[in-house]
């Protein structure tokens, strides 16, 4: 009686269950690496997207903005002119008069406040700061 045996060609089919399951989980991984990227592109994209239209939204409100400024200095510089402010005070009838030469006086510095109040200039001194300068002896 011949008892069959399991040798080569049914070892190498045992073997190779392995092997198959070793190159479907490298697939799989491959696959899920490859979609994973792409999903990735796909958000950066997105996100480059939506910040450009907040780029182009803030630019728009900068623009809007500036014009808004110009008007508004132009607007203070003509309400401030002493044409317009006389103007006013006559439409308003508010008596204000120029000051006679009798109501003026000028007050003369001392020589030293004179050199410690040209060191400080008038972009960078407020009003308040510049009649504490003036009154400091």
């Not at 490859?34 to 990735?40: C, E, N, P, R, S």
Request: net charge positive; proline share 4%.
């Amino acid at each position: 009686m011949i008892f069959w045996t399991h040798t080569g060609a049914s070892n190498r089919r045992r073997g190779s269950n392995g092997v198959k399951i070793r190159i479907a989980v490298g697939a799989f991984f491959l696959c899920g690496l490859i979609a994973g990227l792409g999903v990735g592109y796909v958000a950066l994209k997105q996100q480059i997207f939506d910040l450009g239209r907040s780029i182009a939204t803030k630019e728009a409100q900068l623009k809007t903005l500036r014009e808004q400024n110009t008007r508004l200095e132009r607007r203070l510089y003509e309400l401030s002119s002493p044409s317009q402010l006389h103007a006013r005070v006559m439409e308003l009838r508010l008596g204000l008069q120029p000051p006679q030469q009798g109501q003026r006086v000028r007050l003369a510095e001392p020589a030293g406040q004179v050199e410690a109040v040209a060191e400080g200039s008038a972009a960078t001194m407020g009003r308040n700061q510049w009649q504490m300068a003036l009154r400091q002896p």
